[in-house]
């Protein structure tokens, strides 16, 4: 077998690593970090207005939505890493919204991220209150009913382990058995527990508690009922003192789940819908990664950040699948010529057989594609076509165009753009679709 060079790809551009990782940004601020948030760009006036709204009350609700893909996960872990100066306590990972969830169930999961973020809050302080303070001083400061609280809170939708000792003739030393104490019944209603340990993590409203609520995306019809059933049903949750909730799904949760109801509705002032970055910041955002990840004195960008943003024009506000596209591309690149910057062209040259190949015959078939890239021959990306024109460059009648139409239509291969007087017209719904179809 013949030996094999094998290396970084990244080595010969001066990266120690992929700049075009499309996991979220981590909320912390230290370079050293894999994914540090100091990698986050643009939004600023969203960060403003919800970061006003927090800071600025003492109970909360917000909506931030978005398709899939654009970037909340790392605007939210963004607005964490700028509430952290401001007293607001938050959490890493989000309460999940579940299909069929009931409301004692959603309470619970709320709890288990609160006794999360105490225990992060005692270790942050290093266990000073409980370790320093006797039992007679905690219970004239109340810290032993606290404690209380929480270990019974723990129980109530943890359970626990209990360890039971005794002394065996036969047996050489202390026998140990352990015990799991099972978490109680499941009918509870746990709505003052949830008030009482937002109170104590806010120590009396020195601090606001940030609750992140999510999963929230691409709810089935019957899945967006149940969920707006479950947030009216919780509502008195979310008017907690000192807590601050954001709900963070798909571009349709407003309406779908917080807007179904006067009651959910009335308390929800308002959605930030999250869309594309402009290009300027895609170029910026790239900009960052390569600093971010330089190893050497110099740095040969994989891709121009000019190029990136007019790629990014495809992919309208898909951050994930545009990052995914220039990390797949520039390794392709690597074997054929390293270290030299990728334009939009050769992305697409490169891409096309794969994307074609992958991301569209096998969603339609190699009949409905070469129709397809037929009626798009020679236009740029984001032409728009009619069903005259289909049947005209297909040479079809106009009902099998129309039927050609709906097929692409139902497969997601292609969208409604706009209608004109009588016209509907219709373009290709995704960035790396457009690739497969070899457009410019």
């Not at 300027?280 to 330089?294: A, C, I, K, S, T």
């Not at 990052?323 to 010529?337: F, K």
Request: proline share 5%; net charge neutral.
């Amino acid at each position: 077998m013949t030996d094999l060079a094998i290396g970084s790809p990244w080595a010969p551009y001066g990266l120690r690593d992929d700049p075009y990782f499309q996991q979220p940004l981590e909320p912390r601020r230290d370079e050293r970090a894999a994914r540090p948030i100091t990698l986050f760009v643009g939004r600023d006036r969203d960060l403003q207005l919800l970061g006003n709204q927090i800071v600025g009350s003492s109970n909360s609700r917000a909506i931030v939505q978005g398709d899939a893909g654009v970037g909340k996960t790392s605007f939210v872990n963004c607005l964490k890493s700028v509430l952290v100066a401001h007293d607001v306590l938050t959490h890493a990972d989000p309460v999940r919204v579940k299909p069929g969830m009931s409301p004692h169930h959603f309470v619970a999961e709320v709890l288990k991220v609160l006794i999360q973020m105490r225990a992060t809050l005692e270790l942050a302080t290093s266990g000073a209150l409980t370790k320093k303070i006797g039992s007679a001083a905690k219970r004239e400061t109340g810290l032993g009913a606290e404690q209380t609280f929480w270990r019974r809170v723990g129980r109530l939708i943890q359970g626990e382990d209990s360890t039971a000792a005794g002394v065996s003739v036969a047996a050489v030393g202390v026998q140990r058995e352990r015990v799991r104490i099972p978490a109680e019944v499941a009918d509870l209603s746990l709505y003052g527990e949830l008030a009482q340990a937002i109170t104590y993590l806010s120590d009396h409203g020195k601090h606001r508690v940030l609750i992140h609520v999510n999963n929230l995306e691409n709810l089935a019809r019957d899945d967006a009922a149940a969920a707006a059933g479950l947030m009216q049903d919780v509502r008195d949750c979310f008017l907690a003192d000192h807590s601050h909730w954001l709900f963070v799904g798909t571009t349709n949760i407003e309406e779908a789940v917080f807007r179904a109801s006067p009651q959910v509705s009335g308390i929800i002032p308002f959605a930030i819908t999250l869309g594309p970055l402009r290009p300027d910041e895609v170029g910026e955002l790239l900009e960052r990664r390569y600093r971010h990840l330089q190893s050497g004195l110099r740095i040969v960008h994989p891709v121009a950040p000019d190029a990136g943003a007019a790629l990014y024009a495809r992919y309208h506000g898909h951050l994930r699948d545009f990052l995914s596209l220039l990390s797949n591309a520039v390794q392709r690149h690597t074997v054929l010529a390293p270290a030299t910057p990728l334009g939009t062209d050769e992305i697409v040259k490169l891409m096309e057989p794969t994307f074609r190949a992958d991301k569209l015959v096998r969603r339609i078939g190699e009949g409905d594609a070469n129709h397809l890239a037929t009626v798009l021959h020679g236009e740029p990306y984001d032409a728009e076509f009619r069903v005259a024109e289909v049947s005209k460059a297909t040479g079809t009648t106009q009902a099998a165009a129309s039927k050609l139409v709906r097929r692409l239509l139902d497969a997601g291969v292609i969208v409604q753009s706009r209608t004109q007087g009588q016209s509907v017209y219709y373009r290709v719904s995704h960035g790396d679709l457009t690739i497969a179809l070899g457009l410019r």
